[in-house]
C-alpha cells in the first residue's frame, strides 16, 4: 500500500492557519480608534486572555476544546521508516451537580504505520480509541485535580495499527497555575481484560508532565513529554522516556479562539527498533463560555469595528 503521510499536510495547515491569524488584525485593536492604537489592551481583554491561555493548559478545565494533533515519529526500525499518528481528541465538560464537574476526553488515532522490516509499503486506518472520564471538583482551589477511568477500545482496522485488546484502569491528573506559569502531571496504567484470542496481553503505564511558561500575546514556551512502560515487554524494552519541548500560542481566527503549538522530542530510553525523535504539531479549536458581559463586550467591538471601516477614506 502506498505511503500516505499526514506530517506535511498538519505542517502547511499550522504554517498556513498562523500566518492568517498574524495577517487578521486583533478584534480588539480594530476596535479602538487610531488616536489610541499605540495603548495596551484594556484589563477586560487581557484578564479573558489570561484566563483563556490557563483553561487551554488545564486538562479538567470548563471548556471545550477539539485538538488535532499530529504525531511523526522518525526513523523507526533498520529501514529507519516514519510512522504518523493523527489524534483528533475532543474534550467536552459536563456540570454534573453544583460542586462536580465531569470532563470526557476522548482520543482517537487515524494512524500511518510502516512495515518496521521493509523499506516501503504499511497499513493506513484508525487506531484504537482511548476516552478517559474525569471527575473534578467545580471550585478548585491552588491545587486542581481530576480522577476517573480510562478506557482502550480495540476500535483499530489492522492488528498493526491496534492492540487488539480493550483495556481499562485508573487515570488522574494533578496541577498548579502560579503565574505565569502551569504545572503538573497526568497518569494512567491500563491492563486488558477481553479481546482478540492470540493477541498479547495489555499493562501498560502512562505519565505526561507539563511545564508551561506563559507570556505575552498569547505566547507560551511547553513541555509536554509522554514517557511509557510496556510491563509485557522483555528487560530493556519497556520504557519510552523522552525529552525535549516547543512553543505555542492562543490566538484567534476571526473571533475563533485556537492554540498551535510545535514540539520535537529525542527519546533518551526507547525500545529497540523505537524513534530516537518525534515531532509534535497540533490545532486546538477552543469553544469558551463566555458570560453575558464578555459577550456584551464583544458585541461592541464589532460595531466599532464596523463603524470605522464605514467612516475610513477609501484607499486610493
Known amino acids: 500500500m502506498k505511503r500516505i503521510s499526514l506530517f506535511p499536510l498538519s505542517l502547511i495547515l499550522l504554517l498556513s492557519l498562523s500566518a492568517f491569524a498574524q495577517g487578521k488584525p486583533d478584534p480588539a485593536a480594530?476596535?479602538?480608534?487610531a488616536t489610541t492604537a499605540d495603548k495596551p489592551a484594556t484589563p477586560c481583554a487581557a484578564d479573558e486572555a489570561e484566563a483563556l491561555q490557563k483553561a487551554v493548559q488545564n486538562p479538567v478545565a470548563s471548556l471545550i476544546s477539539v485538538p488535532v494533533q499530529n504525531n511523526s515519529n522518525f526513523s523507526i526500525g533498520p529501514y529507519h521508516r516514519t510512522q504518523d499518528v493523527l489524534n483528533i481528541q475532543p474534550v467536552i465538560p459536563a456540570h454534573i451537580s453544583e460542586n462536580w464537574n465531569l470532563i470526557t476526553r476522548i482520543i482517537q488515532p487515524i494512524v500511518w504505520q510502516p512495515y518496521p522490516n521493509q523499506n516501503t509499503g504499511g497499513e493506513y486506518g484508525l487506531g484504537d480509541m482511548n476516552p478517559t472520564f474525569f471527575l473534578s471538583p467545580a471550585k478548585p482551589g491552588k491545587l486542581i485535580w481530576g480522577v476517573g477511568p480510562t478506557f482502550i477500545i480495540p476500535t483499530a482496522t489492522s492488528d498493526i495499527t491496534?492492540?487488539?485488546?480493550?483495556?481499562?484502569?485508573?487515570?488522574?491528573?494533578?496541577?498548579?497555575?502560579?503565574?505565569?506559569?502551569?504545572?503538573?502531571?497526568?497518569?494512567?496504567?491500563v491492563w486488558s481484560v477481553a479481546g482478540e484470542s492470540g493477541r498479547a496481553p495489555v499493562n501498560q503505564f502512562l505519565l505526561q508532565y507539563f511545564i508551561n511558561y506563559n507570556m505575552k500575546k498569547g505566547w507560551y514556551i511547553t513541555l509536554q513529554p509522554i514517557i511509557t512502560a510496556n510491563w509485557m515487554a522483555s528487560s530493556g524494552n519497556v520504557w519510552t522516556v523522552p525529552f525535549g519541548g516547543g512553543i505555542g500560542r492562543i490566538m484567534k481566527l476571526g473571533f475563533q479562539p485556537v492554540n498551535l503549538t510545535a514540539q520535537f522530542y529525542g527519546n533518551a530510553v526507547t525500545p529497540a527498533g523505537g524513534s530516537p525523535?518525534?515531532?509534535?504539531?497540533q490545532i486546538a479549536f477552543l469553544f469558551p463560555k463566555f458570560t453575558k458581559a464578555q459577550e456584551k463586550m464583544m458585541m461592541e467591538m464589532k460595531l466599532k469595528q464596523l463603524e470605522q471601516e464605514q467612516q475610513a477614506p477609501p484607499k486610493k
Open 30 to 33: 480594530q476596535a479602538k480608534p
Open 162 to 189: 491496534g492492540q487488539g485488546q480493550f483495556s481499562l484502569g485508573p487515570s488522574v491528573v494533578v496541577l498548579t497555575q502560579p503565574k505565569p506559569w502551569t504545572i503538573g502531571a497526568l497518569a494512567s496504567n
Open 277 to 281: 525523535w518525534s515531532m509534535r504539531l
